[in-house]
């Protein structure tokens, strides 16, 4: 039950706001967010747990939507910096293993 | 400093032939995993490890071997069952499997070709 992440790619200019979305079919217990640029590993930004908090990391920040089983990472005053891909991680348990979504690609343009 | 160490970075396979893919951690972490990434896929577990001596498959173990004979190594074997190796293989760790509030910590890599 791979997770869902929406947009699969967005392309911004510095400075503009973007928003990427992770849904999941099963109930979660926590969100992972990571980013990756080309070639290299991913970097983890932040996780969330069930409980609707939002957590921040400099201008991204992201919530955690139990009830409707899904996450939102949000990026504002983007900086060219932040291009990747970034890729949700959801834990539904006990298993104690993330399964990641697919991946969605920020490109930021000067 | 600590950190994940994968080698080597590039393999080159030839076909029918099983290779092994390095992968050491001196973050003292318990639980290690291994992730394949194929482009457009997202990263897919292969493997994941919390303790000594015991590991458990994941989502697509079939052609892969691991073990885990040290806390600080968990290997992985690519054997010739595995159709379709080409990808790039991530090894992760967690300071135990069920963390509240801790990531994962990647390595670098290791980008598998066959021949």
Redesign the interface.
Known sequence: Q?PVQSPQAVILREGEDAVINCSSSKALYSV?W?RQKHG????????L?KGGEQKGHEKISASFNEKKQQSSLYLTASQLSYSGTY?C?TEWG?Q????????TKLSVKP | DGGITQSPKYLFRKEGQNVTLSCEQNLNHDAMYWYRQDPGQGLRLIYYSQIVNDFQKGDIAEGYSVSREKKESFPLTVTSAQKNPTAFYLCATRRALMTVGDGYTFGSGTRLTVV
């Open positions: 791979q992972h990571y290299e590993a991913p970097v983890f930004l932040m996780i747990l890729f991680g006990s104690g293993n993330l399964i990641f979504g697919k991946g």
